[in-house]
């Protein structure tokens, strides 16, 4: 066994053009490294345009731009991988490749026409690798695979069958290769929606915080981040002090307290408080976290049905053992136990899970649905009630300011643009309506300072020094005691036209209301209906609105079966876990950091392109644009990959146990029953690869790279 070698300064260029490099490193042989991690890492890099590692030949090659600063980072990346990407009490298994089946496939042609004593000491060089290793694998994993293809060699050898061992070892080795080529191909394809997306931050500079793009943030800049929102970069905290998600980097549950002088992860996100952290390091590997985290749940990660597959495969590699030690005992027949050896169940069972899960996953991806993971996949196919939050799901999110009501001795434009510099930081619809509204109308935001965000209430600021509080009425009103009677009247005539209400106040004292209108989404309706014919048994919706709001909603959509208002971020996860009690298989769709507890709750949380941060995080599915009807497609290629998948495992029982018949009652001879095995697996990945995308629009591009 291989250890890990050194981790530092171990990668030699050994050929380099204007944009191409090539390295080696034994490095790349360490049997815990996961090449699949080591790649995104260097992928993610801007300027890379591809990645390839060559495992047996201890080599990487990377294409670039061309750019000095690119190579730089690339070398950067190599000398300094980090320990997540060493799998843990595991190893990775080192493939076939195409040199090492041209090779056996030569030597098995050749063999006819060797001397024997050629004949002979070339099958045994080339049969003895296998034989150990599955001498190997019966002392210290059990009867697998490769105790099957060892006592297939082994036979062969001893009865003088130069020919047919060679045979079968060019056979094994190339199904070998085509198998893990489909596997390979359908994780590459996931791994080209790994490159990091453009993103906007806020930092404070001369006492004022801005907004800047990612790309333009330099090391010692204070970047700013409040509730809900994701960490950005690895820093120093330098004021503040909140708790902090880190559960999807370090594994850990209980979300951690930070404060000023400690570290920050990349890719955390901020449950309470407000974070200035002080940017330690910048550029591309500030967003490597997420990367990371998103191959570790989707690739690494196995789900039941996985796991189920590998079981069950695992339990019919002795089966067949015992089939072919039954036939020697009964014939005497050597060549027909051997071929009874060569029929193993396990190759198609366990590898068809995987390409079908991977191939669903980039098929879905492509149409706009990205899947953490083949467990999201197996739930979404398994779901038969959905629960909607409105605003921004069901609605367009796009709220459109309607009503500005300032109370006596204030102006419209006065009090939207108080309001607005307050929500300026504030990634809700509700605020970017509000700051929309006041960029119409060509009004200068003032300086705001002190912001901190009351999930599932409103926004606190200081706005020209002055404290200044923006959220629902039972915010304002009831958690900070302020007297809204005033409005009253008008605030009732406003909801009952179907709008949602903004109160301000300023320094304890109401200062008026804004109004906005949201629309429902064009095709929430065609969606919904899709849902219902697709099996879906009961439709819910979710809102913090009032009730004349939600019924006005509620009203346009049919198919809804039951609708809720004036909800709490816990009332909502209640009412989730009560479905769930009630033995429903539950969806949950939601965008805002409120919805966090129901889309943890859920049996698969599912979060639009838009939402909040802690909400992307927590979901299972994010949607990748905003046409509702993706989902309803992510949802019938989740149901095409378990009909899959049921198709494989009886394809592979039924062709397997023919062979296996055929075999044992000497109707076929050990190399033609290597075919049939070696060929049908292939057919069953292919299947899996083509049924698998096809239930999706980007079918071509899809099957044409995977097989």
């Given at each position: 066994m291989i250890g890990t070698p050194n981790r530092k300064k171990r990668f030699e260029i050994v050929h380099e053009?204007?944009?191409?490099?090539?390295?080696?490193?034994?490095?790349?042989?360490?049997?815990?490294?996961?090449?699949?991690?080591?790649?995104?890492?260097?992928?993610?890099?801007?300027?890379?345009?591809?990645?390839?590692?060559?495992?047996p030949a201890f080599s990487i090659a990377v294409e670039y731009d061309g750019n000095r600063e690119v190579r730089a980072a690339i070398l950067a990346t190599l000398d300094t991988i980090p320990k997540e990407a060493f799998l843990k009490g595991a190893e990775r298994e080192h493939g076939v490749d195409m040199l090492e089946v041209g090779a056996r496939t030569a030597a098995a042609a050749a063999t006819p026409f060797m001397p024997i004593p050629m004949q002979a000491a070339t099958s045994w060089m080339l049969g003895i690798p296998g034989i150990m290793e599955g001498l190997e694998t019966l002392f210290t994993r059990g009867v697998k695979i490769e105790v099957l293809d060892g006592t297939v060699k082994a036979l062969s050898l001893l009865r003088g069958d130069y020919f047919t061992s060679n045979s079968v070892g060019a056979l094994l080795s190339l199904g070998a290769y085509l198998e893990e080529q489909s596997e390979q191909k359908s994780t590459d394809l996931l791994k080209t929606l790994l490159k990091p997306q453009?993103?906007?931050?806020?930092?404070?500079?001369?006492?004022?915080?801005i907004e800047i793009d990612f790309n333009d943030l330099q090391i010692g800049d204070i970047v700013v981040c409040g509730a809900g929102e994701l960490i950005p970069i690895e820093g120093t905290i330098v004021e503040g002090?909140?708790?902090?998600?880190?559960?999807?980097?370090?594994?850990?549950?209980?979300?951690?307290?930070?404060?000023?002088?400690?570290?920050?992860?990349?890719?955390?996100?901020?449950?309470?408080?407000?974070l200035k952290i002080r940017a330690d390091k910048v550029g591309s590997e500030t967003g490597m976290a997420r990367i990371n985290r998103y191959l570790e749940s989707s690739l690494r990660s196995q789900?039941?049905?996985?796991?189920?597959?590998?079981?069950?495969?695992?339990?019919?590699?002795?089966?067949?053992?015992?089939?072919?030690?039954?036939?020697y005992a009964l014939t005497r027949d050597a060549a027909r136990a051997a071929s009874v050896l060569t029929v193993d169940y396990s190759c198609a069972i366990k590898l068809s899970t995987p390409v079908a899960t991977r191939t669903s996953m980039y098929t879905a991806s492509r149409n706009g649905v990205l899947l953490k993971g083949g467990q999201a996949l197996d739930n979404l196919a398994a779901i038969d009630t959905i629960v909607f939050d409105k605003t921004g799901t069901l609605t367009k999110g796009e709220l459109i300011v309607t009503d500005i009501v300032p109370m006596p001795l204030y102006e419209e434009e006065e009090l939207l643009s108080i309001a607005a510099g307050a929500e300026e930081h504030y990634g809700h619809p509700v605020a970017k309506a509000v700051v929309s509204e006041a960029n119409n109308r060509n009004i200068k935001l003032p300086d705001v300072s002190g912001v901190?965000?009351?999930?599932?209430?409103?926004?606190?600021?200081?706005?020209?020094?002055?404290?200044?509080?923006?959220?629902?009425?039972?915010?304002?009103?009831?958690?900070?005691?302020?007297?809204?009677?005033?409005?009253?009247?008008?605030?009732?005539?406003?909801?009952?036209?179907?709008?949602?209400?903004?109160f301000v106040a300023m320094e304890d004292e109401l200062i008026g209301v804004i109004a906005m209108r949201d629309e429902l989404r064009p095709e929430a309706l065609e969606a919904l209906e899709a849902f219902k014919e697709a099996g879906i048994k009961r439709i819910e919706i979710l809102t913090g609105d009032h009730r004349s709001t939600a019924l006005s909603l509620a009203a346009q959509l049919p198919p809804v079966d039951a609708v809720h208002w004036e909800l709490k971020p816990e009332d909502k996860a209640n009412i989730v876990k009560e479905l769930k009690e009630g033995g429903a298989k539950v969806a949950f769709a939601g965008d805002g950091v409120n919805d966090t507890p129901a889309l943890v709750c859920a049996d698969v949380g599912i979060c639009m392109p838009s939402?909040?941060?802690?909400?992307?995080?927590?979901?299972?599915?994010?949607?990748?644009?905003?046409?509702?009807?993706?989902?309803?497609?992510?949802?019938?290629?989740?149901?095409?990959?378990?009909?899959?998948?049921?198709?494989?495992?009886?394809?592979?029982?039924?062709?397997?146990?023919?062979?296996?018949?055929?075999?044992?009652?000497?109707?076929?001879?050990?190399?033609?029953?290597?075919?049939?095995?070696?060929?049908?697996?292939?057919?069953?990945?292919?299947?899996?690869?083509?049924?698998?995308?096809?239930?999706g629009q980007s079918t071509p591009q899809a099957v044409k790279e995977i097989i």
């Open positions: 053009l204007p944009k191409r490099i090539r390295l080696k490193s034994l490095i790349l042989l360490a049997p815990d490294l996961d090449h699949n991690y080591l790649q995104a890492s260097v992928e993610s890099l801007t300027g890379v345009i591809s990645v390839r590692i060559n495992g453009v993103e906007k931050i806020w930092i404070e500079k001369d006492g004022r915080e002090d909140g708790s902090v998600n880190q559960s999807s980097i370090t594994g850990e549950s209980v979300p951690v307290h930070l404060q000023p002088g400690d570290s920050t992860l990349s890719g955390a996100v901020i449950e309470e408080g407000t789900s039941k049905n996985q796991i189920k597959s590998a079981e069950l495969a695992d339990k019919l590699v002795p089966l067949t053992f015992g089939a072919g030690l039954g036939v901190d965000f009351i999930v599932a209430h409103g926004v606190s600021a200081y706005v020209d020094g002055k404290r200044v509080l923006v959220g629902s009425q039972h915010f304002v009103e009831e958690d900070e005691h302020i007297d809204c009677s005033y409005m009253q009247k008008k605030a009732r005539q406003l909801r009952n036209a179907g709008k949602n209400l903004l939402g909040a941060d802690l909400a992307r995080e927590s979901a299972q599915v994010v949607m990748l644009n905003e046409d509702m009807r993706t989902l309803v497609g992510a949802h019938r290629i989740a149901l095409a990959n378990r009909e899959t998948l049921n198709n494989c495992l009886w394809s592979a029982v039924v062709i397997n146990s023919a062979t296996l018949l055929l075999a044992g009652m000497g109707k076929i001879s050990t190399l033609a029953a290597a075919m049939t095995h070696n060929l049908s697996t292939v057919g069953i990945l292919g299947y899996a690869a083509m049924k698998t995308s096809s239930a």
